[in-house]
């Protein structure tokens, strides 16, 4: 500016300045809007994050409960009370955590007796097991033996019921129409209650330990939902587990297979150097070496 001459304001100078004010002023409540609406989205993602979180704890909350609840097992045969097999699934059963093992079974050896039951009321006593566990002796069959069990001898009911370890494998029509095993596990199902029947070879090298712990590996996969109750009503479960003797070679892979129609072969050697795949039964698999489990059905083949 020149001096001596004042100073002009433009006329259109103050609305641009008022325009400008007026956008910072509409930004600055764009910005508070957005904040806001920000704010309560992060607030429903927070709750819904907390209620998945929640959801989430108290799901592995129930897991964890139904997995420290105690597993009650009622364990029975056929080979009598006294015998290496039961003993040998008694003490690995009661190995595990958490889990309560109740032994009733026939007083003397009642192979091949099938679903038999007695008339009248049964005899029982107080006797251990080979190694010393509590059980309860029961002057009958195998299924006497579990029904007298369930009826009240033992008390509360258990989750499971597991019979054998047998000496002398349980397969196909032979298996299914003779074993006491098999007919023990059947009194159970027919009580609603899951059962899995187990037997290792006729051998005088069977290691009953062994086939034990396979019994023991199948009620760790089902432990919860035993004890959810699950496998029972229209997802009743009664399997048969058998476990060869391995002279030569190794025990192979657990397979699911169904029990053979057949008697042929169901007593015979295994050879657990076979390389056969995919067996298309029991019989079949047993005898190439392979671990067994099969579906069976509550009532006995006529």
């Not at 008339?119 to 309860?136: I, M, R």
Request: with cysteine; aromatic share 4%.
């Amino acid at each position: 500016m020149f001096a001596g001459m004042k100073s002009r304001v433009s006329p259109t100078s103050r609305p641009r300045r008022s325009v400008a004010r007026s956008a910072s002023a509409a930004l600055l409540a764009l910005a508070v809007v957005g904040g806001l609406l920000s704010s309560c989205s992060s607030g429903e993602s927070a709750e819904s994050s907390t209620s998945t979180t929640e959801k989430s704890a108290q799901s592995s909350t129930s897991a964890v409960a139904a997995e420290s609840q105690t597993l009650r097992i009622l364990v029975s045969n056929d080979d009598g009370y006294a015998a290496p097999g039961i003993d040998a699934v008694v003490r690995a059963l009661a190995a595990l955590p958490d889990t309560q093992v109740v032994v009733a079974a026939p007083a003397e050896n009642q192979s091949g007796t099938a679903g038999k039951t007695s008339q009248g009321e049964l005899q029982v006593s107080e006797v251990t097991t080979a190694s010393g566990y509590p059980a309860t002796s029961v002057q009958g069959y195998p299924a006497d033996a579990v029904n007298w069990a369930l009826d009240g001898g033992i008390g509360e009911l258990p989750a499971l019921v597991v019979t054998g370890v047998n000496a002398g494998q349980n397969l196909g029509s032979v298996g299914n129409t003779l074993s006491g095993t098999i007919g023990a596990a059947r009194a159970a199902a027919a009580k609603n209650i899951p059962a899995l029947a187990s037997s290792t070879a006729i051998s005088d090298a069977a290691d009953y330990d062994l086939a034990a712990s396979y019994v023991v590996k199948w009620v760790q996969a089902h432990r919860q939902d035993l004890l959810e109750g699950k496998l029972t009503g229209k997802e009743l479960v009664l399997q048969n587990l058998n476990v060869p003797v391995c002279t030569a070679g190794s025990l192979r892979a657990q397979v699911e297979v169904p029990m053979s129609g057949s008697g042929e072969g169901a007593i015979a050697d295994q050879d657990c150097t076979s390389t056969l795949q995919d067996p298309a039964d029991d019989i079949t698999a047993f005898n190439n070496g392979f671990v067994t489990l099969s579906e069976v059905t509550v009532q006995a083949p006529a």
